[in-house]
């Protein structure tokens, strides 16, 4: 069987699988087939790609240079115990799966995360974000290079213990930190006013980030100890557990730093 | 007496202080003293400014036409009960302190407060800065939207209440960010990385502030519902117990929006 130069295979129809494959194609690398236990959305997303939708694992065409596994983390096993293929590079997606996971899946295996949020309508220039990855050979990483490489400028090789703390910090970093922006946001709506107002505050301490570490950047009530200011806000607060709950936790940490 | 037509004088030295009238100076504004209850800090920031050093709130010159109080939240009542000018407009920068804390100053009060995190080598730009605004009459709004328009295009009015809950909302998004961002940098450590990594990513939940609430942008494993990863991170942050308290406080509260 002859190896076509550059084609590769979807697994999955989502955000994350959409947004690699288009920027694959684009890119020169042909997308033969996408896969999805629900047939609706291998066939959208094939008819996106001009590509053939499959509904089964064993329709895949081994004769792909790449098989990529982007599903739910939960589903990635799943995939990993089914599929299987002889020289295709086969890589899931997920910051927390290891890459044993689907390491029967072929001789040759890796992962490429993508150390972005990809969201349906994100508008995303793929060339910025870090791409951690990592093979099962010298030659599964060299294979996975070219590929990685036709989609960032930024390749970073990390093994799964290092994958999976840099995504707990990206959760911390991120997620979290987009959830402190929710209840600074439900505080202003009281007033009218939205998260918008905050923006030039939030995107100075974001670009500090790149001169300090944030231990040095800590501003704040609770960075200069001021009682005061720290008690007026825990009264403000008082009809909102949750909230102060989350206030006087973070004061105390600030406190100890 | 006289009022000269463009001129101030500063209570305190910290950097909020000097930023605002070195702002001022900048635009035609002449600093006629400065005030510090240290003597040192008064010095060197007349001299900056070629202004006059005062040590004593007596000493201060009751013909200018503004007099900025740039001190500690806690130190803003205690020079409002020594103060006494006539009819210069007084105005303290305090995101938290009541308007009222000034009100014996002089015939027209008010506050112009920053919502910006000033520090000594913040390379800002004011005229990016939200001023929120508050003055005792329409006469004294009107003589400080004047000061607070040399200095920014963005002039919010905002009574004290309404001051108050945007700094505490600011305290969520911006000091709290900035303890997550410390979070996720001491992870990161032990795997020799930084923070940077995660910058294309907080930059762009940042960026996603202009378009939706962040509600909305919610992502994550919490926000999934993945309980597999969940389980994993509390796994790995098993000897930190203050960063797993604070990594379950926000996975069930993002679960719970």
Redesign the interface.
Known sequence: MKNNKNTAVIIGSGNVARHISLQLQKNGIKILQVYSKTKKNAMLLAKELKATPVFSLKGIDPSANYCIISV???AVSEIGKKLRLKNTLVVHTSG?VSMDEIKKCSSSTGVLYP???I?KN?N?SFK???LLIEANSKTSLSTLKKLAGTLSAKI?E?DSE?R???H??????????????????D??K??K??????????????EK??KN???K????????G?K??IK??LK??KENK??K???K??TS??QK?
């Open positions: 739910s983390d939960d927390t150390l972005q949020t969201q994100s995303l910025e974000i870090p970073i990390a290092k999976k703390t840099i707990l910090s990206a959760v911390f970093a991120n997620n979290f930190t987009n959830h402190l922006f929710t209840i600074a946001n505080l202003l009281k007033e006013l939205d998260i918008k107002i905050l923006l030039p505050l939030i995107k100075q301490t974001v980030l790149e570490s944030p231990s950047n800590q501003t704040g009530p609770a960075a200069r001021d005061k200011t007026g806000h403000m607060l949750k909230v709950a989350i206030y936790m973070f940490a600030i730093k």
